[in-house]
Each structure stands twice: as C-alpha cells, then as structure tokens.
C-alpha cells in the first residue's frame, strides 16, 4: 500500500512510495463477511448492510434508478445486494405511493400502504400517521362501531381523564400494542381495557388497569376513546419509536405448570 510501480521505457521498473502507508482497517463489510457466515444474526446484519446504503446510491444515480444497472461480486456480497434490493424495492413502493397521493390526495388505499412502506423502513412516525387511514377503508368502515365521545389521538390533555380503549383487530395485535399502555398511564388518566376474553386473564397483570371489559358488554360513558392500534400514533409526543420493555408479558405460573402436565 501507498506504492507505485514505475515502469521507463527501456523496461526498467521500480517501486516507489507515493503517499504514506496508512493503518490497515478491514471494512464493516468485511469484518461481518469473514465471521460467522451460517449465523442468523450475522445474516441479517449483512442485510441490513445492504439497505442502509440505500441513501447514498440514490444519491449517486441522482434518483435515476431507471437507468441504473446493479451488480454484485458473487459469493461476496450477495446477501448485502439482497438487503440493497429489498430496500429499493420499499424506496420505490414509497415513491409511488407518494405520487398517487399527490395526484388522489384522499386516496386511502395509497396512504394505507405508504403506511406499511414507512412502517418497514423504520419511520415510525409518519407511518403510524399514515396508518390512521386505515379507519377510512371500505372493510373497516363497514365493521366500524360509532361512538360520540371524541376520538383521542393526542391532541388532549388526558390528565383527569378517562379513557376507553378498545381491541381492534386480530389478539396479536392488541399483544403488541399493550406495550404503550403503561405510558398512557403516565399521562394521568383513567383507562377502561376492552378486550377479547381470552386474553384478559393474561394482561390483567397490568395492575394499573382500572377497569376491565369484555367485548361485547354495554360501554360506560368516558371522556374519550381510542383504538388499541392507534396508541402509537396518539403517544407520538410522549414514546419515541417502538418501546422495547423486557418481558412485558409474563404467562401465569399455573398455566406453564398444566401445560408441563
């Protein structure tokens, strides 16, 4: 490194410096490369690897990716090159759909799956957004219960408040979405959890839960309301991202010990 082989032309040659040798530094690529290559995390690093440069080559092409040509060295960086298309692939997706929403800005359908789009790329924040249109497609509209308590999306104060939060969807969503619940309490709010009854037993571990409903029974009279799912979007102030609370579920003792029977 930093030599250059001088060549005159009577076929004499020689090597001479040309700029001082550096500290030799392996790449991030290749320090991931040349590790545990059949281990799953290292697999998805290289990936993310991939996706991350996204920014930089779109720079690059000056967003002409219709006349760009990509390419990778084979058994080197091919699972990068995947995570670099799967990250095109959503680039792309969110290109289009911002496009029709330009053209149809009240098109749902478009803000729906920039949603999702967004979502995938790790922008939380606009796409839980973008994910409150999902209230307005044709599927949800028609299943839709009517309440006439103002909806609550943040706009608020809920200190002295209560609150009705109510299931949407499938259980694994209202699993997930039960991570926020604890910081809805910290607004200073009284909250009533409506939930399938299946999984009532199982959050009813969330001891700061004032009242407890199964679906389907008459619903008081709070103050507001707000969909499980929407919790993210209505925190947005207050949670930064996806909280991650370490084993904020818990199985009760005695169901492991009859399942173990």
Request: aromatic share 12%; net charge negative.
């Amino acid at each position: 490194p930093g030599h250059a082989l001088i060549i005159d032309k009577s076929g004499d040659f020689s090597e001479e410096p040309f700029i001082d040798r550096l500290e030799q530094k392996s790449c991030s690529f290749e320090r991931i490369y040349f590790s545990r290559g059949s281990d799953p995390d290292i697999y998805n690093e290289r990936k993310e690897l991939g996706r991350l440069v996204i920014p930089q080559i779109l720079e690059e092409v000056n967003n002409d990716l219709k006349h760009t040509v990509f390419s990778y060295i084979p058994n080197t960086a091919e699972t990068a090159f995947l995570g670099m298309l799967d990250g095109l692939e959503n680039e792309l997706a969110k290109q289009c759909f911002a496009r029709a929403i330009a053209c149809y800005p009240n098109h749902v359908e478009s803000h729906w799956n920039l949603s999702i789009a967004l979502l995938l790329d790790g922008d939380y924040e606009q796409g839980f957004a973008e994910y409150e249109w999902r209230k307005q497609k044709a599927d949800v509209k028609a299943n839709a219960r009517s309440f006439h308590i103002p909806e609550w999306t943040g706009q608020f104060d809920l200190k002295g408040k209560t609150i009705f939060l109510h299931h949407e969807q499938g259980l694994g969503d209202s699993l997930q979405f039960a991570r926020y619940l604890g910081f809805l309490k910290q607004l200073g709010a009284t909250f009533i959890l409506e939930m399938p009854p299946p999984l009532i037993p199982l959050l009813q571990q969330f001891q700061f839960v004032d009242h407890w409903m199964g679906i389907g029974k008459p619903v008081p009279t709070p103050d507001c309301h707000c969909h499980m799912m929407s919790l993210a979007h209505a925190l947005r102030k207050h949670v930064k991202g996806i909280p991650s609370p370490e084993a904020y579920l818990r199985s009760h003792p005695h169901v492991r010990e009859q399942w173990k029977a």
